[in-house]
């Protein structure tokens, strides 16, 4: 479907998804506090050494942000040794994520390691009823355009697409969710990009959510989610890095502009 026959579709269905640019074309935000935090991840793009590379949504963001301090305590006790940073920004579409690559939050960085965990946030407020290929064809090439931008700004990195977790808010939205990770699983080639799908951990086959997984929310993960991430990335980053340092170089955590605002 071309960009104005989405628009057009999304006119006469109501739905908010197609409302949006196409996934794989960037967009900013445009409120003060993404303007900020945007400011604050360039700066910290410049700052100490970064040898992993983490990228997404409020998803990625929580764990290791000022902001979530039980969240930072369980990123320092997996990754410290490992100059990990985390550049996700809550609230974002893969269309703005490709926009903070595009915009300088990468450049320069030359991370060994990126993970990516991103698309959830393009099915807020979607009906996906008798679309679910349509639209999972739609997230994925949103996040496929992510890859081929996080391979031209860092090309000596590998990238653990990680794949999109299951969400409980909206049930309709699991086949749709099943359908992205087929696609990205597509996407790796096992060497510069690897595949990482957890969700066989998190949920059932029918997609309903273990006890413990997300916070009461249904799709946000708690620290039993966090860990089970760990677990599986840690092999990896040991393969590719070697055990954890003594010390670490990544720079500073940052947090939600808006939150360190309200603490003062």
């Known amino acids: 479907m071309k960009p104005l026959q989405r628009l057009l579709f999304a006119i006469l269905v109501g739905n908010a998804m197609w409302a949006q640019a196409p996934a794989d074309q960037p967009v900013p935000r445009t409120d003060a506090n993404s303007k900020l935090a945007h400011q604050q991840l360039l700066e910290k793009a410049k700052t100490g050494r970064i ?7 409020s998803i990625t963001r929580r764990w290791g942000a000022t902001d979530y301090p039980e969240l ?6 997996n990754f410290f040794g490992w100059n990990a940073a985390n550049f996700g920004w809550g ?5 703005n994520i490709l926009w903070r690559l595009m915009n300088g939050e990468l450049d320069g960085v030359h991370p060994k390691i990126i993970v990516l965990q991103a698309g959830t946030n393009n099915l807020a407020g979607v009906s996906p009823s008798g679309r679910e290929d ?3 064809a739609e997230v994925a090439r949103g996040i496929q355009a992510i890859l081929r931008v996080m391979q031209e700004k860092a090309p000596g990195a590998v990238i653990i ?5 299951p ?6 939205l699991m086949p749709v969710i099943d359908r992205i990770n087929r696609i990205l699983a597509g996407f790796a080639d096992g060497k510069r990009i690897r595949f990482l799908n957890i969700n066989d951990k998190l949920a059932g086959p029918d997609g309903k959510l273990f006890p413990g997984m997300m916070n009461p929310d249904n799709l946000h993960p708690t620290l039993k989610t966090y860990q089970i991430w760990a677990d599986a990335l840690k092999p990896i980053f040991t393969e590719l890095l070697g055990p954890p340092a003594a010390e670490d170089h990544a720079p500073p955590p940052t947090g939600d502009p808006k939150a360190a605002r309200s603490a003062h």
Do not use: C, K, P
Request: proline share 0%.
């Open 161 to 165: 697409l990680t794949g999109v977790f």
């Open 51 to 57: 040898d992993v590379y983490f990228s997404g949504d």
């Open 91 to 95: 609230g974002d579409t893969t269309q």
């Open 72 to 77: 930072l305590a369980h990123w320092r006790q």
């Open 134 to 136: 349509e639209i999972a």
């Open 167 to 172: 969400r409980n808010d909206n049930m309709a």
